[in-house]
């Protein structure tokens, strides 16, 4: 009898969950069983607002942005064998799943924040005007508005404060995924240049105006540049101090899940006429993504913002992970999102 109240009251924390998740977003439910057969029952709720992104983004032209000051040396930058007693919050690991996006058609899956009426058939048939020549001219830039961003040393279930966010250790931060993916590119034969300027660093405040100079001055000086990747890794809170980590299983090996947010003129973003065929060009990369690696995409984010892309067609931003993700893990999406590149861009010769 104990055991058939027990499944009871599982079935109606379901029933509540469900409810949940159609108000606040995602949900991450951790079902186990204990000695007796006494269902353990937990629920974190991600609201869909609270993909919560460091670069704090608004509907301005300009990204604005809160000062940060826990950009930490690499002797500070992870805590490795860490006390579950000093724990922080937990770290739940799940993956997002992009076929929950409104917006789909033929292995793209958009969620549209913008307001902006999208047809992606439509779109897609319209192709894009960027060509790549494999040459010794540089096709690629890679830069990072906000390089510190670093990740993880060890796979565990919580955070500690010494597991920073944030690092201008280059082998650790987000700039070393940079580094992965264009040796990939100038391997493939697509010319590559990699910025690693840490445009975050001393100041947060200030980092989108700080890499649209850097920006500029790379295509005045490398006209011959079609594709510019602004590289980041994500965040995502959940309820009180909890975090999740969204991973996915390709090829047996665990992979951070990536996600491409795209900027729109829309609302009150003006000066980006470009915006479409940038989010063509997204598009084709998100399509790709998923056809090679399914599930490691989670939905293009299509936002009333510019991140720079109005300076360049062939402008995306990339997240890969977040700080919960463990440097191999992002390592390995890394070197997933470089082949899945050169897959399309192979196509676009």
């Known amino acids: 009898m104990s055991n058939f109240k027990n499944y009871a009251v599982l079935l109606c924390s379901f029933l509540v969950s469900v409810l949940t ?11 186990k069983l204990g000695e007796n057969g006494t269902v353990l029952f937990t629920s974190s709720v991600i609201s869909a607002s609270s993909e919560s992104y460091s670069k704090a983004e608004t509907t301005s032209s300009a990204p604005v942005e809160s000062d940060s000051s826990n ?9 490795v064998g860490a006390d579950l007693s000093n724990a922080l919050g937990k770290i739940y690991e799940q993956a997002i799943s992009p076929y929950s996006a409104k917006l789909s058609y033929n292995n793209v899956y958009i969620k549209n924040t913008s ?14 005007k960027i060509k790549i020549q494999k040459n010794s001219k540089p096709q690629v830039l890679i830069i990072h508005t906000h390089a510190t961003e670093c990740f993880m040393e060890e796979d565990r279930g919580f955070y500690t404060a010494s597991d920073k966010t944030r690092t201008t250790d280059n082998s650790k931060n987000i700039t070393h995924l ?39 001055e790379y295509l005045k ?20 101090s909890d975090r999740a980590k969204p991973t996915v299983t390709i090829n047996g090996k665990k992979a951070a899940q990536i996600m491409l947010c795209m900027g729109s003129e829309t609302g009150t973003v003006t000066g980006y006429p470009n915006w479409k065929e940038n989010l063509r060009f997204a598009m084709k990369y998100h399509q790709t993504i998923e056809a090679l690696y ?15 892309q109005n300076l360049s067609t062939g402008s995306i931003l990339l997240e890969i992970g977040t700080e ?8 390995y999406s890394a070197t997933l999102a470089a082949e899945a590149l050169i897959n399309l861009l192979n196509t676009m010769v």
């Open 294 to 308: 399914p599930g490691m995409a989670r939905p293009l984010l299509l936002r009333s913002s510019k991140y720079n």
């Open 21 to 31: 998740v159609v108000y606040c977003g995602y949900i991450y439910v951790d079902i």
């Open 324 to 331: 919960s993700n463990t440097l191999s893990e992002v390592e």
């Open 115 to 128: 307001g902006a009426k999208i047809d992606i058939k439509s779109e897609l048939e319209k192709g894009t």
């Open 71 to 79: 950009a930490q040396s690499s002797k500070e930058s992870v805590a």
């Open 221 to 240: 000086k490398y006209p011959s540049i079609k594709i510019v990747i602004d590289l980041h890794r994500d965040s995502i809170s959940l309820e009180g």
């Open 178 to 216: 940079g580094e992965i993916i264009a040796e990939k590119l100038s391997k493939a034969g697509i010319s590559t240049l990699h910025d690693k300027t840490q445009h975050d660093y001393p100041s947060y405040t200030g980092s989108y105006s700080r890499s649209a100079a850097t920006v500029k």
